[in-house]
């Protein structure tokens, strides 16, 4: 059925490194955009990165920007997120979304209908 | 930065009551906005795109309205299942931005 699992999630030091995949499954993967977001608990959302379809384009949130890096394998249908020099406050459970429909022009994506397919998240915790 | 504020954070109401959640944008979008519905433990669910377009599969008592920087959900009719917690995302920006606002909770009395 259509569906995105994440897994790769766990308990890691700060200052240490990450993977987190996400596999898609019953659409045509390469044809989306996909987003990384994180919900820290008992907080809310938080969107962190975006991958264009081909993986031409990404973009990132500040609070992440340098330290974490998406990618796509479209021949595995899987999404990554990389994520290193981790901190205390990445603590957060990180879901995998997919992109309805990203609006882009070379080099900017300025607009979205938003994400239309979600998993249910693996839990990162950051702690010593 | 775009930053979003959603009033209110929390409200109680009552079955058939009709529910107004506004979003407002530090700066000016066109219509590039969503809203979203999540439950405790649940991944969000796209309810509204494009400010007002009803999400495939969800139900006729979800509106949206709204440009600008103010925004609005509307349960014209509130219903016990529609409790939690619900967002607005920005989705207008260069060259990219996908801010959400702080969600507002939601409980059905």
């Known amino acids: 059925q259509v569906q995105l699992v994440e897994s790769g999630g766990g308990v890691v030091q700060p200052g240490r490194s990450l993977r987190l995949s996400c596999v898609a499954s019953?659409?045509?993967?390469?044809?989306?955009?996909m987003h990384w977001v994180r919900q820290a608990p008992g907080k809310g959302l938080e969107w962190l990165a975006v991958?264009?379809?081909?993986?031409?384009?990404?973009y990132y949130a500040d609070s992440v920007e340098g330290r974490f890096t998406i990618s796509r394998d479209n021949s595995k249908n899987t999404l990554y997120l990389q994520m290193n020099s981790l901190r205390v406050e990445d603590t957060a459970v990180y879901s995998c979304?997919?992109?309805?429909?990203?609006?882009?022009?070379?080099?900017?994506?300025?607009?979205?209908?938003?994400?239309?397919?979600w998993g249910q998240g693996t839990m990162v915790t950051v702690s010593s | 930065d775009i930053q979003l504020t959603q009033s209110p954070s929390f409200l109680s109401a009552s079955v058939g009551d009709r529910v107004t959640i506004t979003c407002r944008a530090s700066?000016?979008?066109?219509?590039?906005l969503a809203w979203y519905q999540q439950k405790p433990g649940k991944a969000p669910k796209l309810l509204i795109y494009?400010?007002?377009t009803l999400q495939s599969g969800v139900s006729s008592r979800f509106s949206g309205s709204g440009s600008g920087t103010e925004f609005t959900l509307t349960i014209t009719s509130l219903q016990p299942e529609d409790f939690g917690t619900y967002y607005c995302?920005?989705?207008?920006?260069?060259?990219?931005?996908?801010?959400f606002g702080p969600g507002t909770k939601v409980d059905v009395k």
């Open positions: 995302q920005q989705l207008n920006g260069y060259p990219a931005v996908f801010t």
């Open positions: 991958i264009w379809s081909d993986g031409t384009n990404k």
């Open positions: 700066q000016g979008n066109s219509k590039f």
């Open positions: 494009a400010a007002s």
């Open positions: 979304a997919r992109d309805k429909r990203l609006y882009c022009v070379t080099n900017a994506c300025p607009g979205s209908d938003g994400s239309d397919l």
């Open positions: 019953g659409f045509p993967f390469s044809s989306y955009g």
